[in-house]
């Protein structure tokens, strides 16, 4: 089965730090994505990327950054945490071959409280 | 990608048939329908999708109407594990293109 594990499953920090979530695939996947989940507002998609060391700004791309040096990791960076980046962050990769047979798997999830 | 309309909230007995509704009246002809499911504290997670054939898989049935306006996702024996919030989305790319827009849902609750 294709795994995405995120780092963390909860996480506290506090306003102004520099915030790392990491996720890493293990299928080999060229699309991996970054979403954020709020009550009331469903998933949001922050940043994703289909392949090392590119990225495509999602729908609210403001406040964050990511990375993916290797193709089995993309790294969400907050640069200076502030609350209302208090979510629960999901990642999710996927296989590039066109809408027949394309799914998204997603991690578990890591909620961030930011103080 | 069209917008889907998904009921609220629904209940479902343990072991009944779970027939959830979806309408995409704005669908467009190389949309597709995909249905991904979120359990409590989890990511969501993919069940089925399709053009405008039915489908079926091990997790559910996926019913599309002829004009493809409206779906129905069947889980045909649900069990308390199917609890969980049930995402409807037509879209052209299935999120290679960061195009998923994951709604309200509906909240599916299995009683025993």
């Known amino acids: 089965d294709v795994k995405v594990t995120q780092s963390s499953r909860y996480l506290v920090k506090r306003t102004g730090e520099k915030v790392f979530l990491e996720c890493v695939q293990d299928?080999?996947?060229?699309?991996m994505f970054w979403y954020r989940q709020d009550p009331g507002l469903g998933l949001r998609l922050i940043y994703f990327?289909?392949?090392?060391?590119?990225?495509e700004k999602g729908d609210i791309p403001e406040g964050y950054s990511v990375s993916r040096e290797k193709k089995e990791r993309f790294s969400l960076i907050l640069e200076s945490a502030s609350t209302n980046q208090t979510s629960m962050y999901l990642c999710?990769?996927?296989?590039?071959?066109?809408?027949?047979?394309?799914?998204?798997?997603f991690g578990s999830g890591t909620q961030l409280s930011v103080l | 990608d069209a917008k889907t309309t998904q009921p609220t909230s629904m209940d479902c007995a343990e072991g009944r048939a779970a027939n959830l509704p979806c309408n995409h009246s704005t669908i467009s002809g190389n949309e597709y329908v995909y249905w991904y499911r979120q359990i409590h504290s989890q990511g969501p997670q993919y069940i089925i999708h399709g053009l405008k054939n039915n489908e079926t898989n091990e997790m559910a049935s996926l019913i599309i109407t002829e004009d493809r306006k409206s779906s129905t996702l069947i889980l045909p024996h649900a069990t308390l594990r199917d609890t969980a919030v049930y995402y409807c989305i037509a879209a052209l790319y299935g999120g290679s293109q960061g195009n998923l827009i994951f709604g309200k849902g509906t909240k599916l609750s299995v009683k025993p």
């Open positions: 999710a990769s996927s296989f590039a071959v066109g809408p027949t047979n394309e799914k998204l798997f």
């Open positions: 990327s289909y392949d090392v060391k590119m990225k």
């Open positions: 299928m080999d996947h060229e699309n």
